[in-house]
């Protein structure tokens, strides 16, 4: 296989290569047969939201056209990310996020072809390497579609910790996690090493 290359995209860098990134989100998440239309449009308006967000940062993989990214942006300081969290929130996950101190891992894609050779890993490193975030997030879909559940297993592997989840009325648009809004979303967190 040839090398991968990972590259940091500015926001209009990232504008400009939506096509390319919708393509990988159909193809790595290839959902129910028929469906690749409005899933790949309702990706297109969610990355739309994402790419506005502050802080915005994205990371693609490429070996001649794109195989996977990871990107993410600051969740937002009122707080309405975490509505539709199942229980108590943390004293100290309010705080950091009202101090806009909290890092949203949005979405981290890799094509099939391409997983299990350390891609994701890289794409996570690389994205999370220049933050000064002391609290990164991911929500990742309940469902039960395979890569969900492969999703919350990198993510485990990688040290992460989940924090608990958010119900089926958690945040829509916009702010939504990496998966569809409405879906009840497991929240798994990761705190930079000391």
Known sequence: MSEVYLR??????AEQQRDAVADVHVAAYHGASGAEYR?????????EQHVQRPAFDMVVADMGGLVGCAY???????GDWWSGF???????????????RTFLLAELMVLPAHRRVGVATRLGEWLLARLDTDLVVAA????GYDHENAAAGTLRAWGWTKLGELGSHAPSGSDAGPGRAGAAQEVWIRRPPE
């Open 72 to 78: 993410g942006y600051r969740i937002p300081r009122t």
């Open 8 to 13: 940091r995209l500015s926001r209009w860098q």
């Open 140 to 143: 990742v879909d309940r469902s």
């Open 39 to 47: 899933d790949r449009q309702g990706f297109l308006s969610r990355f």
């Open 86 to 100: 199942r229980g108590e929130l943390p004293t100290d996950i309010e705080e950091l996020t009202a101090s806009s």
